[in-house]
């Protein structure tokens, strides 16, 4: 799969070497960049643990004639991590022996940025549960993220006792095998 920049040549090598291409995360084995962004198949790898690489990979591969380990060709995006504070081939190889959000049920309000549809696949991805309405009781391992935005809902949510959390909660927690408790709407 490819994810931030699209090279006929290189869809090409996947489909000479024996490959498949996919744009369903769940089907992804490996993930093509150029560099880290926050997309939605990035942050799917990243919480399945699937081996992020660069296109280097791909020109590697043709030249040896079959798929070399992409785990000697995990992505070096060092302004990314340093500005999210990670390390990849980490944060890959923790989630591939154990889901971050395993044992979570989460919502996501409508008006949160990136929307709840990118959400959704992230979370499954992550092992997490992925609630489609609001919840109404609070219960082990739920969670809202909310924005500003939604300010409406947060009063029941809180008299409830269900945490809202905000966004980065998953984007940057996956991104550090983290999950970060204090961030709190």
């Known amino acids: 799969m490819f994810t931030g920049y699209n090279d006929k040549k290189d869809n090409d090598i996947v489909v000479e ?18 560099q880290i962004k926050r997309t939605e198949k990035l942050l799917c790898a990243v919480a399945k643990g699937v081996p992020v690489v660069s296109p280097s990979w791909l ?22 991590e ?14 591939k022996k154990q889901p971050l959000l395993k044992g979570l049920k989460i919502h996501v309000t409508p008006k949160v940025k990136p929307p709840p549809e990118l959400f959704q696949q992230v979370i499954q991805a992550g092992g997490g549960e992925y ?21 409406a809902s947060h009063a029941k949510l809180k008299k409830a006792g269900i945490p809202i959390m905000d966004k980065e909660f998953i984007l940057t927690g996956l991104l550090q095998f983290k999950l970060d408790y204090t961030l709190v709407l």
């Open 82 to 95: 340093k500005q999210w504070e990670f390390s990849l081939v980490k944060t890959l190889q923790s989630a």
């Open 17 to 34: 070497l024996g490959g498949v291409l996919t744009d369903v995360c769940s089907e992804c084995s490996v993930l093509v960049t150029d």
């Open 131 to 151: 609630l489609k309405s609001l919840p109404k009781n609070s219960e082990e391992g739920l969670l809202v993220i909310s924005c500003p935005e939604n300010k």
């Open 59 to 80: 020109q590697e591969s043709k030249k040896s004639g079959s798929f070399l380990d992409p785990w000697q060709f995990v992505i070096n995006d060092t302004d990314r």
